[in-house]
């Protein structure tokens, strides 16, 4: 038998200037799947995604595989030099399937519903990202970022243009951006740490706002002192402040300490991403 992919309509066009299509998987010719390729473009490189991948006849006789190898295939041919994938956490076939195929577990999506809050501990104070700071602040963050996608298998020049792109999309206004909450954390007049929350610009399946953290720090110096969970819990308040009562986030699978933080608060896990190079 042979397993293959047959366009199920179009190319689309996307945002960032990459391009979506849907197949069929198809075994002798007869649907029995589908699955969607995507791609990331960057100065000098693209990103491909294979997304929503699904058997619906004849399981556990190799046609995931058969077709995930196919979608790298249209991935490559688009000029994509690395895929990404995000596996639902139910999803056990998934993941296996991923690490079968060479993918690098590479970080987590998690997720919370929101309840009413009390107020934070005396002595803190939250206020919001200035002119004045709002350069050097997003620099440092930035900075992080860039690390972090080295880690994960970027060269420095591809993690230079992809933290470029992702300023230019989520910021195009600065701090003025709407949607997007930056603030400090400040520990009797003293700045100890910052987040940066995107206030319902992702929407759940049903359709319901939800907000993301983008990112959290604590400086160095002030690290274990509880801070990091009241900057969480700011973010939820900021959140039910302006009626997003769900809030996601990434977090690296090598951040042990940032993960342990989000499970105490309750964030579940949802997915789990991974990445390879093509």
Request: proline share 5%.
């Amino acid at each position: 038998m042979t397993t293959t992919l047959r366009p199920d309509g179009p190319e689309a066009g996307l945002p960032d200037g990459g391009r979506t299509r849907r197949w069929q998987v198809c075994v002798n010719g007869r649907p029995v799947g589908s699955v969607v390729t995507a791609d990331s473009r960057y100065d000098s490189f693209r990103v491909g995604r294979i997304e929503a991948l699904e058997i619906t006849e004849g399981l556990r006789r190799g046609r995931g595989t058969v077709a995930a190898l196919a979608a790298e295939e249209v991935l490559r041919g688009w000029g994509c030099t690395r895929v990404e994938i995000s596996v639902p956490v139910e999803s056990a076939g998934g993941q296996a399937l991923a690490v079968a195929l060479g993918y690098t577990e590479t970080s987590h999506k998690l997720g919370k519903s929101l309840g009413e809050l009390p107020y934070g501990r005396p002595g803190l104070t939250l206020r919001p990202i200035g002119d004045e700071e709002f350069r050097d602040w997003l620099d440092g963050i930035n900075g992080d970022y860039h690390a972090q996608l080295v880690r994960v298998g970027m060269t420095d020049r591809q993690a230079a243009e992809r933290v470029a792109v992702d300023d230019a999309r989520l910021l195009p206004e600065g701090h003025r951006t709407p949607g997007m909450a930056m603030s400090r954390l400040l520990a009797h007049g003293e700045p100890v740490g910052s987040i940066w929350v995107a206030l319902g610009d992702r929407r759940q399946p049903d359709g319901r706002p939800r907000g993301w953290v983008m990112n959290l720090e604590v400086a160095p110096n002030r690290r274990g002192h509880g801070y990091g969970r009241e900057l969480m819990l700011a973010a939820e308040r900021q959140c039910l402040a302006a009626g997003v009562r769900e809030l996601g986030l990434n977090v690296y699978v090598a951040n042990d300490v940032a993960r342990r933080l989000y499970a105490s608060l309750g964030f579940r896990l949802t997915k789990r991403d991974f990445a390879k190079s093509l």
